[in-house]
């Protein structure tokens, strides 16, 4: 098997890996930092996730059909547009939720989601790091 080669199992395994270790982190940090419960930071970060991996497949597929229909490379700089439109896209379906589920302001919500990406940011970096070095070594001995 190489690097590049992951089965469907793999994938899901991969992604609740990331999802659930990311939600045992950030939601007792985020409610020493906020002030909120941790079951609430746990619901609220889990919901996020949810919403995130919803908004993935969506955004993904109406990112492919226009690619169909205009016909543009994926450059560095459509990159670029593709993530900044996700990360945009995804902060605005969390904010009402967010401000909802804490009985916050709309602007406290933002501030709030933005720690949310700035924590994810390096995570997802590390996590992957740690993740694709583990995975080589257990291809390695194979």
Request: with cysteine; proline share 3%.
């Amino acid at each position: 098997m190489h690097i590049h080669d992951r089965p469907l199992s793999e994938r899901v395994f991969h992604a609740l890996t990331f999802e659930i270790l990311a939600i045992f982190i950030s939601a007792p940090l985020a409610a020493w930092l906020t002030g909120h419960g941790v079951f609430d930071m746990g619901v609220l970060t889990a919901v996020i996730a949810t919403i995130a991996v919803l908004w993935n497949m969506l955004y993904n597929w109406l990112f492919d059909r226009l690619q169909a229909r205009v016909g543009f490379d994926r450059t560095y700089s459509v990159r670029v547009a593709h993530a900044c439109g996700f990360e945009g896209g995804l902060i605005l379906i969390a904010i009402p939720f967010i401000a909802w589920w804490l009985g916050i302001s709309f602007w406290q919500a933002l501030l709030l989601d933005i720690g949310f990406v700035l924590f994810y940011l390096p995570y997802g970096f590390l996590f992957n790091l740690g993740y694709d070095k583990i995975r080589q070594n257990l291809i390695t001995t194979d």
